[in-house]
């Protein structure tokens, strides 16, 4: 049952471009959407897919995921997109109790679905060159009631770096990865993950020749996720691909980090 500090997502019962919005639950409380105030007190006591008649709409109360948030966050740089956070966190098995780092930090996307993911017993170490965007992730990550399983610190992850205990994983994202992977191959537990993530072929070539550099790690795939959404109307017999998508966002390159005495 939904009660005062829960995080809900209103989404619009429309079948085309349905608008949602994400809060959280607070006593005495409204929200003003075209579609009409959304009162906090008619949504405590509800569940989950519950529906919520306003003056001009109805609304459905959802329990939201890290892609819904990411929707909401205020954006300072480029962010690592839903479905490269999905499958980065995937080959690494990111799950409850993992303790996993982070660099850089950015607007804190993929710091928002590594938080999910490692939650309630798992923590994220979030490393950021720029204060600017730590304290924005924070804001951000703060909004979604995740913020308490991420340390953020500001840190160039290209100079070595100490942690509490050896991590499960740790995700690359800003410009020269292949600077900082001895770096991070010493705060990995054997057969822990690192993935990295370039948009660039130069970028791409220069990490996995630095990871292959390294007897700690053994490179195992570099490849590219894509999607392609549809619009379907069964009543018009129509299904073709949406015209205008996003065609390419970057580089995912996974290596495991191995004991290497015996190698
Ligand atoms: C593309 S953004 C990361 C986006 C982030 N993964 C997200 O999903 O929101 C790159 C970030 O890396 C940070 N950065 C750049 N060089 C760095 C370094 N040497 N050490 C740590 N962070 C760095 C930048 O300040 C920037 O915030």
Redesign the pocket.
Known sequence: MLKEGDIVQALELTQRHSKFWIFSLSKDSELSTHLGKINHNECIGRLFGDILSLTKGQVVLLNPSPRDFLRHFR??????YEDD?AVACSIAGVGPGMKVG??????????AFLAHYVSPTGHVFS????PH?LAN?KENLSRTGLAKYVTFTV????SSFDVEELLDAF?L????PY??IDNIAAVLKGGGHLIC?VPNWGQVEKTVAQIRKNQDFFHLTTFEITRRNFNVNPDRHVMRPVFRDLVYSGILIHSIRINSELR
């Open positions: 954006l300072k740089t480029q962010i690592l956070c982070e660099a850089g930090t950015g607007s804190g996307a993929l710091t490393f950021d060159i720029n965007h992730a840190q160039d992850i290209r995700f994202d800003f410009s020269t600077e900082a993530f």
